[in-house]
């Protein structure tokens, strides 16, 4: 069940006092799927992303009686948009020079405003509704968004990830489900050791159920090469985590896949050495463009009816 923005939806609205910090949020899936403020969009079958989530945000903009700016995270162009949109539902694109500036202020302003933690619940109901596919796409949206304000590493980006992680699982995107996973172990890997065995166990979930042999011993090895990092640690102390190293080695072993002896690889989350270009943090995230004026798309002139762009 999608869930449609009005007025009347005060959950969904900023306070009228709101410091001008807060801005709002919108995501479009590689699919189409249309997320404002962690709400998926009803696009009636026949509305263009973009013009949903313009009329959105005009209405945010009439309703406080002010302009509005927005960050449009879109997978289908592969960009990322800033818009200031006015009451009067005039909207235009604008250089990132011209947003809001950054800091922590800001985002804790609209993370006051918009909590990530009231989005996941509402995650959780589509999932408990066996609504898989909204889950996912609210999922994806709060992690984008997250990551993009916070970094990768962030531990609300973290959580996001395995939670987009878990729901593409559940939807039988056993390979979503791997690189996701294993992108949170690889962070952990990093940034905390001693919590990382749950994220590895659970990336080795996901990666059991693959069938690509390419896939099984690419992301095998580098299973392998945590859990003996885990190992050496001596942070491996749940006997499932003990049968999951034994049955990643196992199937390698079984598939004629030797693991070569040496350093783990760059994809494992080691430090880079001196000299070296470290490791992007999550290597499968696909790059964006950077935000350009004057995006069509998103610019509409005043006066100009809902559902038009100029």
Known sequence: MTHSLTPRDQQNLPARGAPPLIRLDAYVAEDGSTVVNGHLLDMGGVRPPNEAILDAVAMFARTLGAPVAATVIDRTAQQVARLRVHPDGSSRTIGEDEDLPPGRERTAAEEEAFPPLARVERIIQHAQ??????????????????????????????EARAIEAYLAYLRGDYMLSTVLALTVARIRCRTDLNRAAPDVARATAAWQRLWDEGQVATRGQELLHMWERLSSAGLLQEPAHHAMAQAVRGRLAQAGRAVPQGPAPAAAALPAGPGQVPAPVAPEDKPLKPTRRGLRRFTRRAGRPPGQSS
């Open 129 to 158: 509704r066996e609504e898989l596919h909204a889950a996912f796409v609210l999922a994806s949206a709060l992690r984008e968004h997250l990551t993009l304000r916070r970094g990768a590493e962030d531990e609300l980006s973290l």
